[in-house]
């Protein structure tokens, strides 16, 4: 019997800014060579098609509905201290991106960790993000 194929570390993140995709690229570009220490990371970010502008200053807080952009962050590596050292630096990326005042949820399965690490992450008990 083969044993099960463990998954590669992933997040989803939405992100609510009015930076371009350049600048939001370039951004996830200097975390990923920075915060992962030598964990192969990727984040790709594109344009979110669930976007709808005037969701972003409303209540409840909808991230998907009021985030123009998403990315994809994954790795390469699936053994236990890779998902360690993704967790953290996906930590680290979400501080960066919100220290640059944009607006930024995770959606992955290590969101409580997010959370109390960053200090926010929406949920249906904490609909409304953190505002500079």
Not at 40 to 59: H, I, M, T
Not at 87 to 105: D, E, F, N, P
Request: glycine share 4%; proline share 5%; hydrophobic share 35%.
């Amino acid at each position: 019997m083969t044993p099960p194929i463990e998954e590669t570390p992933y997040c989803r993140l939405y992100i609510d800014t009015r930076a371009s995709d350049d600048d939001v690229q370039a951004l996830l570009d200097q975390s990923t060579s920075k915060e992962f220490d030598g964990l192969r990371v990727w984040a790709d970010n594109f344009k979110n098609d669930a976007y709808l502008a005037e969701r972003s200053a409303r209540k409840p807080y909808c991230p998907i509905e009021a985030s123009r952009w998403t990315a994809e962050v994954d790795a390469e590596d699936s053994d236990p201290e890779s998902h360690e050292c993704f967790q953290a630096g996906v930590v680290a990326m979400i501080r960066s991106l919100r220290a640059c005042g944009m607006i930024v949820t995770a959606s992955c399965d290590f969101e409580d960790r997010v959370a109390s690490e960053t200090g926010w992450n929406w949920s249906s008990e904490t609909t409304e993000p953190l505002r500079g």
